[in-house]
């Protein structure tokens, strides 16, 4: 399976488990790795037979500046949620990166990869 990537993707948004970190919104550095045959788009040349990073990167921002989570675990855990649920995607690898979490680190975060079917179960029984 081939591969688009979106790195260094920058959002700001209210995450962390202390008092201070409900008021002020952080700084969050996503890389995103989807896997998606790219043959189609390469061959048509068209955008629509393409996965469209300009697309999933819009929804990931709108999300991430949305949301209000405590860990940055339910964090990446939700935009795997949604790239594999809103775009169809089959697997995809998330770097979660909260810049300045810790004073003392360059950087701290979590790294998940997440398949379609890791939601498919949470779907049925929403529907
Ligand atoms: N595994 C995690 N550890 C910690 C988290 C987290 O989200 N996952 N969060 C914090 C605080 O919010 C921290 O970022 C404040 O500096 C501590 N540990």
Known sequence: MDTVYIRGLKARTVV????????????VVLDIE????????????????AL????????????VESSRFQLVEALADS????????????????VLNKKGALSDAADV???IRRRAEDYAAATEVAE
């Open 16 to 27: 962390g488990i202390f008092e201070w970190e409900r008021r002020l919104p952080q700084d």
């Open 34 to 49: 989807m896997a998606t045959d790219i043959r189609p788009a390469a061959s048509s040349d068209a955008i629509e037979d």
């Open 52 to 63: 469209d990073y300009k697309t999933v990167a819009k929804a990931v921002v709108e999300h």
């Open 109 to 111: 975060g979590v790294c």
């Open 79 to 94: 935009i795997c949620r949604l790239i594999t649920v809103d775009f169809g995607v089959s697997e995809v690898s998330l």
